[in-house]
Structure formats: C-alpha cells, structure tokens
C-alpha cells in the first residue's frame, strides 16, 4: 500500500513539474518573483553520495551535525545530475564565514566583494558560502548605512556582504540550471527555478531579468556561453539578446578575472566551439582586443585560421587527457599581430632589424593583451620565448641544428612552426617538414641534412692555427 501511494506520489510530482515547465517556456523568462519550491525525493533523482568528495562530504556533515543547513549546490548538482564528473564541490549553508571558521581549523576566510570560507584538504579545496540575500543596502540610521553592500553607477555589484534565506540565495544564482541544491538532511534535491527541466531540456536561461543581472555582474555573460559550449546546449533568446549590446561591459572587470575566464572558457575542450559562440556575441573581441583588427566576416584571415588551429589542436590535447600550457595558446593566437606589428616598426625604423622589431612589437602586443587579461609574467615569458624560436629555428648551419633541438621550448617552438606551415605553406612548411624529419633521424642521416644545406659541403668549422705555436726554423736562423 505503502510502496502504490510513492509511486502515485512520484507520479503526480512530474506531472506537475511538466506543465509548469510549459507555462515556464512560453514566457522565455524565469522571474525570480515566480521562483517555487520543488522538492526531489531521493527516489527521483541519481545523485548518490557515492558521487560526491569524501572532503565534501566531511564538510556537509559537519555543518548538518552543528545545526546548520548544509547544501551541495550548483555546478556539482548540475554535473551529477548529467551523469559528468564535477571539477568542484561547493556549498552553501546559512551558517555565517565566521561561525564556518569555528567548526573547521583547516578555514581560510577570502573575498572581498562576498565573503568566502575555503576548507583546505591538501590540495583540495571546498568552498563554502553564505545564502545570500537581496544586495539592498540598510539604512536604520540615515547618518550610517551598513557596510554590506555597493553598487556602481552602471549597476555592477561592487560589494555583496548580505546574507539571506536558502529561497533569498536561489533569487541570487545566475541560471535556473545553477539553482539546485542537494540536501545533505535527506537527500533530495530542492529545485527553485525549475533547473532540472532546462537541464533535461538543454536551456541555458537566466534567472530574473538579463540585463539588470549582466549589469550586476558583466562576467555572466561568459559563463553563459561556457555552459552553452560545454554542456552543449542553447541559450535561451531573452538570456542571449542584450549580450552583443552589453559586451562592452567586460571592460570594466579586472584583467586578473577575465585571465581566469578565458582559460575556463578555452581550455576546457570545448574551445573552438565556444570561441565561436564568443564571437557571435562580441564577447571574444572584449577579451582579446589585439586580435579585432583581424577577425572578418569570411573567417579566413591568417590570424582566423591560426585561432582555429591552436584551438583545435588544445581540444584535442585536452580531451585526450594531456596537459596543456596557456602560454602556448596566447603565443599563437597573437603571432600575425606581431608580426604585422614589427614590420610596422621597421618601416619606421629602417635601422632595426628583424630580430630588434619583433622583440619592439613583442613588448607592445603584449602590453595590449595584458590589460584586458592579465597573463602572468611565468607565461609571458614563455610566449617570448616560443616567438624567439621562431626567429632562430631557419639558422640550422653547423651545430645551430642540434642545439635549438636540446632547448627546453624546442617542442612547443616546433608545435607552432608546424601550425604556421600549414597557414603560410611555402618556405615556413618546407621548414616545418625539415624539422620533422630532422627530429626523428638517426646522427648520420642528421649529419647529412646539415651538409645538404650547403651543398653537401662540410659545415665543420676549419681548424685555426695556434698563435703559439713555434715557427719552424731555417738555415738562414742563427
């Protein structure tokens, strides 16, 4: 009887989650004064704990054990739910950042625009936030207002301090498909935007109205088409149609931010996919806007298909489980704008020569980029790195050949040539291919190519005779 009333139950819940997902995608919009509590039993969902961290777990019940609310919310939801491995375990609670560092030793408190508690495992780190609560400031006295929250004139949150209710933090999540939370308590899930119905049903929507949150929060918009590349699903048309309007926006986020961003958004396989969706938006022009000046219509410029190639090339590396290093990315993606650059300098400097304009045009490009996204000086080197390698990679006389091979950015100098061959073809291929066969030979055959340089002279260097050494006497000396 008992196990005939759970199955009329279950029953009757998605009936009742289908017609208002109907009533929901006819308005194309999730208001947050629309937002209803469903609750998903343990029966009706495959999230185990199984799934989850032992970290993350250790965290959960800490804070149930302490009286708390305790939730694993958000993309470790959402990635479970599709049956994908999280990358991360965040939580929220209602517990405050201070009472958190109480409970846990291993607590360090972040965040300046939101206050953060991240519990340290080693390497592992979970995170754990506050519900949030509606971003108006308090004014009990007109002559001080509380300190907890601030806004731009633009309407960007500049200072979000302020602590809510479970229903208040779901308001504040960006996509419905972010606003599911997994109770610890009992194991059901507690769905405020209807999230699993635009997850089943391939939505990326925003929750509330898209440009008042893009205006709080300009960096939405990448994570929009982050989740539309990754997750391979759509953004709805009111979530997507002020983006290419509002993209301006991302100017004003911090370079160290937009750094992170873009390697979440072109590192995480789904590179070439999302640049493309970027593009569409007039997102990937805001990033990299050293590159604007030569991206077209057609999407056959040297630097389009370099873009492409170096994108095509870090899917598949990453995809097949290899790492990956950013700088190699950037060294790529920016090549033909410095080149453009150094002939440009040379032109007005006929003293310089090549090597003396492409480091000139080196510093200006790379100033450019990292004011929009500030790549790290470890990684800028890197860069300066691979493109003096492509200056010395054509000098393979004498010993030159074998030792650009033993340098340690050999590899990724070689990488990139080879991804140059096939836009530019001619000498830089012809070059390529030497190197690629010249790799792989055994030292006679090395040897051989060397000399087959010059015309199958030797390229030995010719032995120089002591200054020392004694003059051979004569008769004549006395």
């Avoid at 790529?332 to 410095?338: D, E, G, K, N, S």
Wanted: glycine share 4%.
């Amino acid at each position: 009887m008992t196990a005939h009333l759970n199955i009329e139950v279950i029953i009757f819940n998605q009936v009742a989650r289908f017609c208002r997902n109907l009533l929901k995608n006819n308005s194309d919009i999730c208001s947050t004064e629309d937002l209803k509590l469903n609750v998903i039993t343990r029966q009706e969902h495959n999230i185990s704990r199984k799934d989850l961290s032992d970290n993350a777990l250790k965290v959960l019940y800490r804070l149930s054990n302490a009286g708390y609310d305790a939730y694993l919310v958000g993309g470790g939801v959402r990635d479970i739910l599709l049956g994908q491995e999280p990358k991360d375990f965040d939580i929220a609670t209602n517990a405050t950042p201070e009472q958190i560092k109480k409970l846990f030793r291993n607590c360090r408190l972040i965040g300046r625009r939101f206050r953060l508690a991240h519990i340290l495992f080693g390497r592992d780190v979970i995170e754990v936030a506050t519900f949030r609560g509606h971003h108006k400031e308090e004014d009990d006295d007109k002559s001080e207002k509380k300190n907890i929250s601030a806004q731009s004139k633009e309407g960007m949150l500049l200072r979000d301090n302020v602590y809510g209710t479970v229903e208040e933090d779901a308001q504040r999540r960006d996509f419905t498909i972010n606003a599911m939370y997994y109770n610890i308590a009992d194991y059901s899930i507690h769905d405020y935007a209807n999230g699993i119905e635009d997850l089943n049903n391939k939505i990326v929507r925003l929750i509330g109205d898209p440009e008042t949150r893009y205006r709080e929060d300009p960096v939405r918009m990448l994570r929009a088409v982050r989740f539309a590349a990754k997750l391979d699903m759509t953004i709805c048309d009111k979530t997507a149609e002020p983006m290419v309007e509002l993209s301006s926006l991302l100017q004003d986020i911090p370079a160290a931010r937009l750094f992170e961003e873009s390697l979440k958004l072109l590192q995480a396989g789904k590179g070439l996919d999302t640049y493309y969706m970027l593009r569409k938006f007039n997102l990937f022009q805001q990033l990299f806007p050293a590159l604007t000046p030569y991206l077209t219509e057609e999407g056959n410029s040297s630097t389009e298909q370099m873009i492409e190639l170096v994108l095509r090339s870090t899917d598949k590396r990453i995809n097949s489980g290899k790492r990956v290093n950013p700088a190699f990315m950037f060294a790529a993606m920016l090549w033909y704008p410095l080149t453009v650059k150094a002939q440009e300098i040379q032109d007005e400097n006929p003293k310089y020569d090549h090597y003396e304009s492409i480091m000139e045009a080196s510093n200006i490009i790379l100033d450019i980029q990292v004011k929009s996204t500030a790549i790290p000086r470890r990684l800028t080197a890197t860069i300066r790195d691979v493109w003096q390698l492509q200056l010395r990679l054509p000098r393979r006389n004498g010993k030159r050949a074998f030792v650009l091979i033993d340098q340690q950015k050999f590899r990724a100098a070689y990488d990139f040539l080879e991804m140059r061959g096939a836009v530019e073809g001619g000498e830089t291929k012809a070059l390529a291919d030497w190197w690629t066969e010249f790799q792989d030979a055994p030292a006679p055959h090395r040897n051989n190519m060397i000399q087959a340089l010059h015309g199958g002279r030797s390229t030995g260097t010719r032995k120089r005779r002591s200054p020392y050494r004694k003059k051979k006497r004569t008769n004549n000396d006395s």
